[in-house]
């Protein structure tokens, strides 16, 4: 059982009894509900079917309401009323109008525009809707009892809310306000009031008037602009794009066009006005007068429209800090970028030192190795059998080498068994050794180069070698195996508190300090190698055959360094830990074989790869998802870079298996005093496509491939959904806030 749950569930139930006061009765809070109502009206709409759902990511990307999700549905009546009752407040909910999906039902439009009147319609004529109509609306009640008109208006502000939602699991109530107030005031309309205008039948002389006579001049424009969508047909992405270069203040040739498609539409609601008054004058008792708002519409027309967003609230500007952070490091890294240069001209700077030291450190560390060769000799003359050139004083389990070159100080005891036999076909080795040394002291000066270390160990429990071989020989032919292993319970290697000191060719001081650890327990080697040789006369062939396996039931490196030269330092650490409870090891073989006589031919195979124990290379065992290698690898680099304007600069990537499939990459960034955390897991044997996390502890991009491979995604701070990013166009990323604003990622 999942612990934290059950510990959750717990604390629930004390936290519910506590707060029941020993009371078996509680009162439950009713979730708030709404009774919505309006009028569908692209022309009036008849019979046709209106469901509502969730405006979930599912359901408004394909702008539909699945029966599963269904809150309530309605039929339109004569007048294009809907009504719906019991629906959640405060919830984004989905409006879809299609033509009814009962076939006794005919789904009916009135023909209010000059394209059905030009197919020889009369205006107030009912046409039959075409099995594809669709009208979709976003809202979300916030009282008792809303108005809520189906129109084109609206149908378009709900696809600049989805637009404007892409990425989110549920469209967010300020990106529907957002878009609401972004569309109205493209067409010069009421933002607060959009949602209830637009019902007004312009096929009816008396409703027309009566809202004239009422000043509901936004109501007949609504109208007017709704019917306007049927004969121009606009391109509502083009008018989405006008809206975001209006919103930047972006001019050319693009905006230019994308307006001049914005006019034609206020155009074409002018023209419905007038087409109407003249259809419904024919009759001699109608005598409308409607200048008023054919100005009103030509008055938005002529006006360029100026889009302002509502302000940033806290979490958008935390959201834009988030941003300009990742577009401040992406371009840092890019080709000639500040965080780039300042590595490549770091790496330029240390280039020279391997050249400039590597005979005075090849020769400290020989020295080292020597030295301590001769302290195993006197410790055991079985591990080492030459004694070497050092005077070493020993005082109980203690042996030490002091001269003017040399400081070193090792405590402890080794033990070695040796078990060899030979004969003339073959023979066998079975040795066993176990050492336990401590440096106490180091220090060894060669050249220009002092080496240091405060304490360090060595440590090799119950190691064993094992050998055995065979070989057979006669005229033309001879063959031989082989078979070794090599194991210990644990091997072990630190030296804590380095310094290696040393100086360049020009007198320069270098300083390397840090730490070096590794452990193998239960390490183990094995390895087979055979050969064959057949010759007759001038035909023969040969064969060879090696193979080796390594593994270990864990095994653990951590190695961090820092460099001072030159003013300045890197800073770089190495961390790898492996957990192999299953014995997977990783083998390497190889076969050859060759053929000589009338022709010659030569056969190679090898391999190598992670697999069970008992693989080989003709019968690979790869790993299961219950048997696998699980483990991790940390890699770290800092430094100061760019030297006329020196700033910290540090890179970490962390790469775990936790399973059988999965791989967690977890990376960092520091840049401008500003950290940035990258996160992604990926399965190693499914096609799924990438996910990654940004985030700089305020707020947190998720970026996913959508289904054409292109970078898509979320920003969130705390819970909320400020921002999407819409895949990019034009090679351009775009953010875009809850509020309506935007800018590019990358």
Not at 94 to 106: C, K, N
Request: aromatic share 6%; with cysteine.
């Amino acid at each position: 059982m999942n612990r934290t749950l059950l510990a959750t569930a717990i604390l629930t139930s004390i936290a519910l009894v506590g707060c029941g006061g020993g009371s078996s009765s509680s009162k439950v809070t009713p979730e708030s509900q709404s009774k919505v109502s309006g009028v569908v009206n692209k022309g009036l709409v008849r019979d046709g079917l209106v469901k509502v759902c969730v405006a979930s990511a599912a359901n408004v990307t394909e702008q539909q309401c699945p029966n599963e999700d269904v809150l309530g549905s309605s039929k339109t009546d004569e007048r294009g009323q809907y009504t719906f009752s019991g629906l959640p407040q405060n919830r984004a909910l989905l409006f879809v109008l299609t033509s009814h999906d009962d076939p006794d039902i005919i789904t009916q439009m009135k023909c209010d525009f000059q394209a059905c009147l030009d197919e020889g319609k009369t205006l107030g004529d009912w046409m039959n809707v075409d099995d594809d109509f669709k009208l979709i609306s976003i809202l979300a009640p916030d009282a008792d009892s809303i108005t809520a008109h189906m129109t084109s208006i609206t149908d378009a502000i709900a696809k600049h809310t989805i637009r404007a939602s892409r990425g989110s699991e549920e469209v967010n109530l300020d990106v529907i306000n957002s878009s609401r107030s972004v569309m109205a005031q493209l067409f010069g309309l009421d933002a607060q009031k959009v949602m209830s205008l637009g019902a007004i039948d312009l096929t009816d002389a008396a409703a027309i008037q009566a809202a004239a006579d009422a000043g509901d001049v936004e109501s007949l424009k609504v109208a007017a602009l709704s019917a306007a969508f049927a004969d121009t047909k606009p391109n509502l992405d083009n008018l989405f794009t006008l809206a975001d270069n209006l919103i930047s203040s972006v001019d050319g040739d693009e905006t230019n066009t994308w307006e001049e498609e914005r006019k034609a539409l206020l155009t074409g609601a002018s023209s419905v006005i007038n087409t109407v008054v003249t259809e419904l004058s024919k009759d001699e008792n109608v005598d409308l007068k409607l200048d008023d708002v054919v100005q009103k519409i030509d008055d938005a027309k002529d006006s360029p429209p100026k889009i302002t967003p509502p302000a940033a609230t806290d979490e958008i500007t935390t959201a834009k800090a988030l941003v300009k952070q990742v577009r401040t490091v992406y371009d840092a890294t890019q080709e000639e970028g500040a965080l780039r240069e300042g590595f490549i001209r770091l790496g330029d700077s240390l280039d020279p030192i391997p050249d400039l030291l590597q005979d005075d450190v090849t020769a400290t560390f020989e020295t080292l190795t020597s030295a301590l060769m001769s302290i195993a000799h006197k410790i055991d003359d079985q591990l080492v059998e030459e004694a070497g050139d050092w005077q070493i004083t020993q005082q109980g389990d203690t042996y030490t080498i002091n001269t003017e070159t040399v400081k070193l100080v090792v405590s402890g005891s080794a033990s070695l068994v040796l078990d060899e036999q030979e004969t003339e076909q073959g023979g066998s080795m079975n040795d066993s050794a176990a050492i336990n040394l401590t440096i106490s002291e180091l220090w060894i000066k060669q050249g220009s180069v002092e080496l240091e270390a405060a304490s360090g160990k060595a440590e090799v429990v119950s190691f064993v070698s094992q050998e055995s071989w065979e070989h057979e020989a006669s005229e033309g032919e001879h063959d031989f195996s082989e078979t070794w292993m090599l194991k210990a319970e644990k091997l072990h290697f630190a030296l804590n508190e380095i310094s290696l000191q040393a100086k360049d060719n020009e007198e320069n001081p270098l300083l390397l300090t840090g730490s070096i650890a590794f452990t193998a327990n239960q390490p183990e080697i094995k390895g087979k190698h055979s050969s064959s040789y057949t010759s007759m006369g001038q035909q023969g062939q040969s064969e060879n055959f090696d193979e080796e396996t390594f593994s270990a039931r864990s095994l653990d490196f951590n190695l961090g360094v820092r460099l001072d030269y030159q003013d300045q330092t890197l800073e770089a650490s190495l961390s790898i830990a492996l957990d192999n409870p299953n014995g997977v090891v990783y083998f390497t073989s190889m076969r050859e074989a060759w053929q000589w006589g009338e022709g010659y031919n030569y056969d190679v195979s090898k391999g190598s790869d992670l697999a069970l124990p008992g693989s080989s290379l003709d019968d690979i065992k790869p790993e299961t998802p219950t048997q696998f290698l699980r483990g991790s690898l940390l890699v770290s680099l800092e430094s100061k870079v760019n030297p006329d304007n020196p700033q910290l600069a540090k890179v970490s990537l962390q790469a775990s298996r936790p399973a059988f499939d999965l791989l967690n990459l977890n990376g960092t960034i520091v840049y401008n005093e500003q950290s940035l955390t990258l996160k992604t897991q990926i399965n190693t044997e499914k096609d799924e496509p990438l996910n990654v996390e940004l985030s700089n502890g305020q707020a947190i991009a998720h970026l996913r491939e959508d289904d054409k491979g292109q970078v898509v995604g979320t920003i969130r701070v705390g819970n909320k959904q400020v921002a999407s990013i819409d895949a990019p166009r034009n090679s351009v990323s775009v953010v875009r806030y809850i509020n309506g604003q935007f800018e590019s990622l990358f």
